[in-house]
Every structure is written in C-alpha cells, then in structure tokens.
Nanobody
C-alpha cells in the first residue's frame, strides 16, 4: 500500500517562507508534484518534478518557489519564499508510479495523493 504524507505547513506573515515536505512510502515513484486548493476553487498545479530532476512551475510562482526531491528517500520538498496572502491554501503532494516524457502532465496521471497541509499567509 502506498502512503503520501505531507508536512511543513503553518502560519507565516506576508513575505515569509515555508518549506513543505512529502514522503512517499510503499513503492518508488516517477513524477511528483505539488498542488494547492482554496475553498470554492479548483485545485491547481504549483510545481512538478520528474525523477530525473526536470521541473516546471505555474506562472503565479514567479520564481518564489523551488521544488526538489531525493529519489533514494522517495521525498520531495517545496520551498516557498516571499509568500503572499493569496498563497494561502491547502497544499497537496501528488505522485505517479510512472515517469512521462513531458514534465507537465494532467492531474489524472497522479495515482497517489496526500491529505494536504495548510499554509496560511497573513497580511
């Protein structure tokens, strides 16, 4: 059985930083990604990283976030700097058992999802 566990959320002030962690247990994975969702809105991609280390970010990241991973530990991180109140959301880690030629793939490609961790940015 595969488990995905996120940690690292919390409350920070405008301009602050958070570092989210995602640990996958049960099998090795290919693509890993971070998504976020706010109440009343659709879940949106934040960043994705392939098993080879290729990365892609959504436009709203604007160079403020960095996704990384350690394949040996089946772990991914999302370093978020210069946070804004509009970054407030539940952040979800997603993992696929497969790797794909493209870095960006649809959310349906991710078979494994965590329960989410809340990140709140106060103004």
């Amino acid at each position: 059985q595969v488990h995905v566990v996120e940690s690292g959320g919390g409350l920070v002030q405008d301009g602050g930083s958070l570092r989210l962690s995602c640990v996958v247990s049960g099998r090795s994975v290919g693509h890993m990604a971070w998504y976020r969702q706010v109440p009343g809105k659709q879940r949106e991609l934040v960043a994705v990283i392939t098993s080879g280390g290729n990365t892609a970010y959504s436009d709203f990241v604007e160079g403020r976030f960095t996704i990384s991973r350690d394949n040996a530990k089946n772990t991914a991180w999302l370093q978020m700097d210069n946070l804004k109140p509009e970054d407030t959301a539940v952040y979800y880690c997603a993992a696929s058992p497969r790797s794909f030629p493209s870095t960006r793939v649809g959310s349906q490609k991710y078979d494994y999802w965590g329960q989410g961790t809340q990140g709140t940015v106060s103004s």
